[in-house]
């Protein structure tokens, strides 16, 4: 079974940057694509980046294309999101996603709390 623990939020000023972590155990890091969603209050979950198994192709949502990057460590078992100008808009819960590459099996962490604001 797998477990995932999202660290690394907070507050910060618009333009501020902040590095969220999340630790994978019970299987093995490596089949599994990890990936970072975010929901903001009255909203629903948003796909904010994903990163392959290898750690080749990443992709980003339209929204943090370019602010955002997503990393993974697969000898310390950890993904990362390293948020960089960060906005007010910017402010969610932060979720960790690992989705199993052959049977897509998705399991998520229970997330971490990003606000942005002045």
């Known amino acids: 079974q797998v477990q995932l623990v999202e660290s690394g939020g907070g507050l910060v000023q618009p333009g501020g940057s902040l590095k969220l972590s999340c630790t994978f155990s019970?299987?093995?890091?490596?089949?599994?694509?990890m990936a970072w969603y975010r929901q903001a209050p009255g909203n629903e979950r948003e796909f904010v980046a994903r990163i392959t198994a290898t750690g080749s192709v990443p992709n980003y949502a339209p929204s943090v294309d370019g602010r955002f990057t997503i990393s993974r460590h697969n000898d310390k078992n950890t993904a990362y999101l390293e948020m960089n100008s960060l906005k007010p808009e910017d402010t969610a819960v932060y979720y960790c996603?690992?989705?199993?590459?052959?049977?897509?099996?998705?399991?998520w962490g229970r997330g971490t709390p990003v606000t942005v604001s002045s």
């Open positions: 019970g299987l093995t890091f490596r089949d599994y694509v």
């Open positions: 996603n690992a989705r199993d590459k052959y049977t897509f099996t998705d399991n």
